[in-house]
């Protein structure tokens, strides 16, 4: 059973930084497909929909929403199975619940990386406040 737990989450002032990680239990596609967008990071904040903030690929390959382009960072552990979020010069903007995301063999890959629809395993995310 695939399992994705996040942690790290908390309350900051603005310009402050965190880094969340996610790790990751059971879950074996990345091995064979390592130029696909297999992992990303998501954030919905109260009445928003769920936004796409960064995504990976197994190479390292990132890309990232134009929200946070400069400040947050994804990246990977394999030997650790786990993917981080290190967030930088934090603003009011960026409080939400945070979830990181994983294709599966069924995740229809024509949706982008930062589409919530190309991932089927799913955390229960970690909340991250940021006041002014």
């Known amino acids: 059973q695939v399992q994705l737990v996040e942690s790290g989450g908390g309350s900051v002032q603005a310009g402050g930084s965190l880094r969340l990680s996610c790790v990751t239990s059971g879950y074996t596609y990345s091995r064979s497909t390592p130029n696909v967008y297999y992992m990303a990071w998501f954030r919905q904040a109260p009445g928003k929909e769920r936004e796409g903030v960064a995504a990976i690929m197994r190479t390292g390959t990132t890309t990232y929403a134009d929200s946070v382009k400069g400040r947050f960072t994804i990246s990977q552990d394999n030997g650790k199975n786990t993917l981080y979020l290190q967030m930088n010069s934090l603003q009011p903007e960026d409080t939400a619940m945070y979830f990181c995301?994983?294709?599966?063999?069924?995740?229809?890959?024509?949706?982008?990386?930062?589409?919530?629809?190309?991932?089927?395993?799913w955390g229960q995310g970690t909340q991250v406040t940021v006041s002014s």
């Open positions: 995301a994983a294709i599966s063999g069924a995740s229809n890959l024509r949706h982008s990386p930062l589409s919530q629809y190309r991932y089927n395993y």
